[in-house]
């Protein structure tokens, strides 16, 4: 495919995420309906799709119109880019720029704040005063691609190691200095599903910030572990490896979404007990980990069609179903036991209100201590607060 008709593709898909299908579905679907299109031309549509949802309101404000068009002429804009040397209609190349859009581009018109910053009008007011002055960094960093980590299983190898051993596979990695399990991949990122070092169950895919949640954990001396929104698994195998003689328990309100960390402890030589039903109100534990659902904001970089889709009522809806297992859970902690909630979100609501409101609520419980990661360097953007009772 030439430059001009990865774009034209990307056009199509985006048409298809702004009248409301998921953007992956829609890359899905083109990918099997152009088989001729190789894997780095799949990958380079994937790119501008992804890029465009990161950046969707700026990148139109840039071009001047909307839709698919205006995104991919944003795009380009973006990149220093002539739009007029794609938009050729020759071949598989998008059609030329009308005149409507040509004027468009000219006129150059001022982006509001929440455009400039490519949030929801609705969001920029939370944002802000979740993070204050931190929060154009927050939303700047949303802007870029997120980075490719590792969480390298010290049960089994080293960092060296494993950096060695990815290495062979043409995988170019760094360590992420603050986080001591973390390797950053820089080179062939795409290659890492199939490396023998994955496949042996020496590195797992996991934001380094992540990783720096799970080693913040009190995991020192515990017994048993329940990892009640265990999703795939990720925190799960990650506190595995940091505490090897414990017993680790995982369980999610969806089976689906456990089934793989079977597989996966497998791979890691990790125990993990898979819990399918909620645990008894009799079981007790040294440590039980919420990582409950939530907006995602500190992760939009990554999934940016989130940021797109999220209502006002979606908050409402997740502060509820936040609150209610924090409440179900608080009986299944051991005495000196600790319940620890975390987010991937940079919001307010879902963070300290949450934990303020419980503690109001449970004054038997009180906050031993907390921690924001914000989206940067580390990694994307998490709460951590630790609970335990007086």
């Given at each position: 495919m030439t430059p001009a008709a990865r774009y034209a593709a990307a056009i199509g898909v985006l048409d298809g995420f702004l009248a409301g299908a998921p953007a992956e579905k829609l890359l899905s679907n083109w990918a099997r309906g152009n088989r001729y299109a190789g894997s780095k031309d799949r990958a380079a549509v994937r790119d501008i799709v992804f890029d465009c949802l990161r950046c969707l309101r700026s990148y139109q404000g840039r071009a001047g119109f909307t839709g698919g068009r205006g995104l991919a002429v944003g795009h380009l804009l973006a990149h220093d880019l002539d739009p007029a040397q794609f938009f050729t209609g020759e071949g598989y190349a998008p059609p030329v720029l009308d005149v409507a859009e040509i004027d468009a581009i000219a006129q150059n018109a001022p982006l509001s704040d929440a455009a400039l910053l490519d949030l929801p009008d609705w969001l920029l007011a939370p944002v802000q005063s979740a993070l204050g002055e931190e929060a154009t960094a927050y939303c700047r960093?949303?802007?870029?691609?997120?980075?490719?980590?590792?969480?390298?299983?010290?049960?089994?190898?080293t960092r060296q190691s494993a950096q060695a051993a990815l290495a062979k596979d043409g995988i170019v990695t760094a360590p992420v200095e603050s986080v001591a399990t973390a390797l950053r991949v820089s080179e062939n990122p795409r290659r890492v599903a199939q490396s023998a070092a994955y496949l042996a169950g020496a590195v797992e895919l996991q934001d380094a910030a992540s990783q720096a949640v799970v080693a913040a954990l009190p995991l020192q001396n515990v017994k048993r572990v329940l990892d009640y929104c265990a999703g795939g698994g990720g925190k799960t195998l990650a506190m595995a490896a940091l505490a090897p003689k414990a017993t680790l328990v995982?369980?999610?309100?969806?089976?689906?979404?456990?089934?793989?960390?079977?597989?996966?402890?497998?791979?890691?030589?990790?125990?993990?007990?898979?819990?399918?039903?909620?645990?008894?109100?009799?079981?007790?534990?040294?440590?039980?980990?919420?990582?409950?659902?939530?907006?995602?904001?500190?992760?939009?970089?990554?999934?940016?069609?989130?940021?797109?889709?999220?209502?006002?009522?979606?908050?409402?809806?997740?502060?509820?179903?936040?609150?209610?297992i924090l409440q179900k859970t608080a009986g299944l902690v051991a005495e000196n036991g600790v319940l620890a909630y975390v987010t991937c979100s940079v919001l307010r609501a879902e963070n300290q209100d949450q934990i303020d409101h419980f503690c109001a609520e449970n004054p038997d419980w009180r906050l031993k201590s907390h921690r924001n990661f914000a989206v940067g360097n580390i990694g994307d953007g998490f709460f951590l607060a630790i609970l335990e009772r007086y």
């Amino acid at each position: 495919m030439t430059p001009a008709a990865r774009y034209a593709a990307a056009i199509g898909v985006l048409d298809g995420f702004l009248a409301g299908a998921p953007a992956e579905k829609l890359l899905s679907n083109w990918a099997r309906g152009n088989r001729y299109a190789g894997s780095k031309d799949r990958a380079a549509v994937r790119d501008i799709v992804f890029d465009c949802l990161r950046c969707l309101r700026s990148y139109q404000g840039r071009a001047g119109f909307t839709g698919g068009r205006g995104l991919a002429v944003g795009h380009l804009l973006a990149h220093d880019l002539d739009p007029a040397q794609f938009f050729t209609g020759e071949g598989y190349a998008p059609p030329v720029l009308d005149v409507a859009e040509i004027d468009a581009i000219a006129q150059n018109a001022p982006l509001s704040d929440a455009a400039l910053l490519d949030l929801p009008d609705w969001l920029l007011a939370p944002v802000q005063s979740a993070l204050g002055e931190e929060a154009t960094a927050y939303c700047r960093a949303l802007q870029a691609r997120a980075p490719v980590d590792l969480r390298v299983n010290l049960t089994k190898t080293t960092r060296q190691s494993a950096q060695a051993a990815l290495a062979k596979d043409g995988i170019v990695t760094a360590p992420v200095e603050s986080v001591a399990t973390a390797l950053r991949v820089s080179e062939n990122p795409r290659r890492v599903a199939q490396s023998a070092a994955y496949l042996a169950g020496a590195v797992e895919l996991q934001d380094a910030a992540s990783q720096a949640v799970v080693a913040a954990l009190p995991l020192q001396n515990v017994k048993r572990v329940l990892d009640y929104c265990a999703g795939g698994g990720g925190k799960t195998l990650a506190m595995a490896a940091l505490a090897p003689k414990a017993t680790l328990v995982a369980h999610d309100a969806s089976p689906a979404r456990l089934a793989p960390l079977a597989d996966r402890a497998k791979r890691a030589g990790a125990r993990v007990q898979l819990l399918k039903k909620s645990p008894k109100d009799t079981d007790r534990f040294d440590l039980v980990l919420l990582d409950v659902p939530c907006s995602g904001s500190g992760s939009w970089r990554r999934n940016p069609e989130g940021k797109w889709r999220f209502e006002p009522h979606d908050l409402a809806e997740l502060q509820h179903v936040q609150a209610g297992i924090l409440q179900k859970t608080a009986g299944l902690v051991a005495e000196n036991g600790v319940l620890a909630y975390v987010t991937c979100s940079v919001l307010r609501a879902e963070n300290q209100d949450q934990i303020d409101h419980f503690c109001a609520e449970n004054p038997d419980w009180r906050l031993k201590s907390h921690r924001n990661f914000a989206v940067g360097n580390i990694g994307d953007g998490f709460f951590l607060a630790i609970l335990e009772r007086y």
